[in-house]
């Protein structure tokens, strides 16, 4: 069984920063791409930065010049560097990941529980 667990979630003030990290645990072979995606109150989850295995990111537009999606392909995390937070960025932020458990079997992509950002105006 693999899981991923987030940490780094706070509550800080506009203008501020945030790093979240993502460790994957359990057995795991390899893991290809990863991303994190958030779910502000009341409204559905949205992808805010993906990337490959590589290390090739994307980022959601709102996010652009102000969030940097990195990984440690050694250690099995992901991470997310937050700079400049602005209210609507305030949501749960949740990462995700296609995770090979062994090298026979394709890959399934796993959620993690999610981390809270709160930031205040």
């Known amino acids: 069984q693999v899981q991923l667990v987030e940490s780094g979630g706070d509550f800080v003030q506009a203008g501020g920063s945030l790093r979240l990290s993502c460790a994957a645990s359990?057995?795991?072979?390899?893991?290809?791409?990863m991303a994190w995606y958030r779910q502000p109150p009341g409204m559905q989850r949205e992808l805010v930065a993906e990337?490959?295995?590589?290390?090739?990111?994307t980022y959601q537009d709102s996010v652009k010049g102000r969030f940097t999606i990195s990984r440690d392909n050694a250690k099995n995390t992901l991470y997310l560097q937050m700079n400049g937070l602005k209210p609507e960025d305030t949501a749960v932020y949740y990462c995700?990941?296609?995770?090979?458990?062994?090298?026979?079997?394709?890959?399934?992509?796993?959620w993690g529980r999610g981390a809270q950002v709160t930031v205040s105006s």
């Open positions: 995700n990941a296609v995770v090979r458990q062994h090298y026979w079997e394709p890959g399934t992509m796993v």
């Open positions: 359990g057995s795991v072979f390899g893991i290809t791409d």
């Open positions: 990337i490959t295995r590589d290390g090739m990111p």
